[in-house]
């Protein structure tokens, strides 16, 4: 009887001296507040990576636009900026001189991923930029002044760039042939 009270004594010592009394609150406390700092962290990072396409995606159609008013003021061929969704729902942009050419991925410079979405407006209404239905934008600049000129029926006033939230408008100015970009929202 003696040793098995004396067994029960030192297993009774061994269970109190480990320390098995679970999540303190505050280990409970410290995780959450790292739980917490890391989403924070990580939807931060999304919502900037989102902010960054839209707007590389109009820096980038900036940039070819003066590039291509330079080029036809200063050459006798009539080039077209072309912009695009391609079959594999990407955003392109190329510049030809055939305003009716249908490119293809491989044909231009990828300028936003399928999560963007572009929009040309006239004063007639606006085209959304679609491989579905071919629908693109096609700019281009008058030869001697290097003002914007319709290419068809279309003269652009604006270019949108839009993903979840964020919105980028390039501006037009017809008459010089000058863009600018505001962000929107």
């Given amino acids: 009887m003696r040793n098995l009270i004396r067994n029960y004594e030192e297993c009774n010592k061994v269970q109190s001296n480990s320390n098995n009394r679970g999540f303190s609150l505050v280990e409970i406390l410290v995780t959450i507040i790292i739980l917490v700092l890391l989403v924070a962290v990580t939807t931060f990072r999304l919502s900037t990576t989102k902010y960054a396409d839209v707007e590389r995606c109009s820096e980038n159609i900036e940039k070819k636009m003066s590039q291509l008013r330079l080029s036809v003021m200063s050459s006798k061929t009539q080039e077209y900026l072309i912009i695009y969704q391609a079959a594999d729902d990407n955003y ?4 030809s001189d055939d305003k009716d050419r249908l490119c293809t991925a491989s044909d231009g410079e990828k300028i936003g991923n399928s999560k963007i979405h572009i929009t040309g407006t006239t004063s007639s209404g606006a085209t959304k ?7 693109r934008i096609v700019i281009s600049f008058h030869r001697s002044s290097g003002a914007f000129i319709s290419v068809g029926v279309n003269l652009y ?3 949108e760039i839009v993903t979840e939230g964020i919105k980028f408008r390039i501006y037009l100015v017809k008459e010089t042939g000058k863009h600018y970009s505001k962000q929107i929202y």
């Fill in 92 to 95: 392109y942009m190329a510049i």
């Fill in 129 to 135: 930029v679609s491989h579905t239905d071919n629908s």
């Fill in 157 to 159: 006033q604006t270019i």
